[in-house]
């Protein structure tokens, strides 16, 4: 990972990982070019320019040779047809018509707190946010109710997610484990599980099949069907079948083959784990952040009078709540790494970056955890302080923004952005309605934070400690929830 005091770091053979607003969206300013200019060359930032793609290494999310997700596709024109129809079911309108079934979900996560703040039982956020996660993710993806969040029958396909996503991780960081049989043993090692997880999945998708286009608001209505569901080899190996498997957040727990592996990773990824990472850590942060706490509080009890109230334009609107969340976004990156790059064959080279000329061949990117602590862009950075992202001199919030990297940047950067601010808004808005909360007495409170017996950042009590599985896993914050008021009675208790 690049410190912030370095700005390029040698990440392994053929990689440079680098630390820098410009290496991740050039300059604020006039643009730069690429390539020669008689004897003059141009720099280039890595995300934003057409002579640069995604790096080999996502091809190993291919769920079979040539048939790619949005994730993994890496020919330009391939994502670009892609990305228009997973952009439909994305886009802000389209998430808007989800908003409903959204709220839904947040009710019974709003349901278990209830119940949790009678007993004045500690409940431990990770589970419960990433459940919350998965149900939302499983109607946008197939307009199904796996009520994980109630009921253990579908559990199995999203606990022990961070071990396969770890495994996973490391095929991506180093592919050539995988040449070498390491995710054949494990897959054989897994075989059960992994049967049972895609047996579950397969009927997932089959059921949506075999119902009208039309009976659900998700990504097979959305996209008009427009995904091939036809292949040779069947629905498993069709283009529907990828995208979903892309979208869909379980899984990723099993050791299965490095393939499937690497689409369950990214599906975790994208679909509810990253969205699910972020609420947890914004609950982690009120927890220890009292001022910051009272503050968000005020704007959500001033804003609406009702629970039921707060959704749509109006929660948008909440500019506190917006600094809150892209400060736990900037402290805590659900996606912490490095999406690799490179420079795309036929293109005429040398690559230049941050005044480096990169030899062909080499994978380069930016390490989002680390320029989000770089204090070029970001003063006091290890200090939680949502008020910086509401300061008035647009030049110091232009420069912030320039070096903001939760979601990548450019083409390739996330396609889900609103429908995460939306899940994490609503979530944390409307808990802040209907109860207060406090991290739980003694050591049961220290969960998700550092170490106070570790050295460097893993001793941060403050910080919400992520570990880098291409998303993250993590742990707590374990809180105590305290009905306000009678508001509650509005919600009912979840058994
Ligand atoms: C706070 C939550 C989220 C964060 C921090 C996040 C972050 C990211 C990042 C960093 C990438 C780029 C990865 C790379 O280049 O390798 C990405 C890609 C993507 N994300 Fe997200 N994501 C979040 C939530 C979501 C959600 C909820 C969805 C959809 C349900 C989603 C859909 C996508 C898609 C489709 C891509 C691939 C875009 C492309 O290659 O064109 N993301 N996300």
């Not at 228009?84 to 886009?91: D, V």
Request: with cysteine; proline share 5%.
């Amino acid at each position: 990972m690049a410190s912030h005091s370095c700005p390029v770091v040698r990440h392994g053979p053929n990689k440079l990982t680098f630390n820098s607003a410009q290496a991740l969206q050039g300059e604020i300013g006039p643009s730069r070019r690429f390539g020669y200019a008689g004897a003059h060359h141009f720099e280039v930032d890595i995300y934003n320019n057409d002579k640069i793609i995604k790096s080999h290494v996502y091809s190993a999310c291919q769920l079979e040779p040539g048939v790619d997700s949005v994730f993994s596709v890496r020919d330009m024109n391939d994502h670009r047809r892609k990305r228009k129809l997973i952009g439909q079911a994305l886009a802000e309108r389209s998430i808007r018509t989800f908003e409903p079934l959204m709220v839904e979900q947040v009710d019974v996560f709003l349901g278990i707190l209830a119940r949790s703040s009678q007993s004045s039982t500690a409940v431990d956020m990770t589970p419960c946010c990433k459940r919350l996660g998965v149900d939302i993710i499983g109607l946008l993806t197939f307009g199904r109710h796996l009520n994980t969040q109630t009921n253990p029958r579908y559990r199995f396909m999203v606990d022990n997610l961070s071990w396969a996503n770890y495994q996973s991780n490391i095929l991506f960081q180093f592919p050539l484990l995988a040449s070498m049989g390491v995710p054949q043993i494990l897959y054989i090692l897994s075989y059960a599980e992994f049967s049972k997880y895609m047996k579950q999945l397969e009927n997932l998708v089959m059921g949506r099949l075999a119902q009208d286009r039309d009976a659900h608001h998700d990504l097979y209505s959305v996209t008009g069907g427009a995904f091939s569901t036809e292949s040779p080899k069947g629905i498993q190996a069709s283009e529907f079948w990828s995208e979903a498997l892309f979208f869909f957040p379980a899984g990723a727990r099993l050791t299965i083959s490095p393939r499937v592996a690497m689409c369950i990773l990214i599906g975790s990824e994208i679909g509810g784990d990253t969205a699910s990472t972020a609420v947890a850590g914004l609950f982690f942060y009120l927890s220890r952040n009292p001022k910051v706490y009272k503050k968000l509080a005020e704007e959500i009890r001033s804003n609406f009078s009702k629970g039921s109230e707060i959704q749509g334009p109006r929660l948008a609107r909440c500019q506190y709540l917006r600094a809150c969340i892209d400060e736990t976004l900037r402290m805590s990156p659900p996606v912490s790494g490095t999406p690799w790059r490179e420079l795309r064959s036929g293109e005429d080279g040398p690559l230049i970056v941050d005044g480096h000329v990169i030899p062909r061949g080499t994978q380069v990117g930016v390490s989002i955890y680390s320029l989000h602590r770089n204090e070029n862009y970001f003063s006091d950075p290890d200090v939680y302080l949502p008020e910086r992202w509401l300061v008035e001199d647009e030049a110091v919030r232009s420069k912030m923004n320039s070096a903001f990297a939760a979601f990548s940047s450019g083409s390739r950067g996330c396609a889900g952005k609103a429908m995460a601010y939306l899940e994490v808004s609503l979530v944390v808005a409307k808990t802040l309605w209907y109860f207060d909360f406090d991290k739980a007495p003694g050591r049961m409170g220290w969960l998700g934070g550092g170490s106070p017996r570790n050295v460097g950042r893993r001793g941060k009590v403050d910080e919400f400690q992520l570990y880098d599985t291409f998303s993250s896993t993590h742990e707590g914050p374990n809180l105590v929830f305290r009905p306000r008021g009678d508001h509650w009675k509005e919600i009912g208790v979840t058994e």
